[in-house]
């Protein structure tokens, strides 16, 4: 480096001779890789027929993802994937 322009902006950033490494994280604080998951019904809700759905992921992931839905059901979103159905019991 050669100058420092905007030191201003941080506590302490100084220009000298010695040599550091610095590893950059681009990933917003608190949320490491985000993954947003969501879920769709699949059509109606009919008594005496069983609810379809389909567990989405907003992207492709390396590793199989477990979801634990509010009933306590899991499902797996297998990796190389984006969705996995999901289907409840008929009621009626």
Sequence with gaps: LESVSGAEQFEKLTLGQDEYT???TDQPTGEGDKITVTIESNG???????????????QVLK???????SNG????????TTETPYELKAQG
């Design 22 to 24: 610095t590893t950059v």
């Design 44 to 58: 109606d809700v009919l008594e005496d027929a069983a609810p379809k759905f389909t567990v989405k992921v907003d």
């Design 73 to 80: 059901d899991t499902v797996v979103i297998k990796a190389g």
């Design 63 to 69: 590793q199989d993802l477990t979801v634990t839905l």
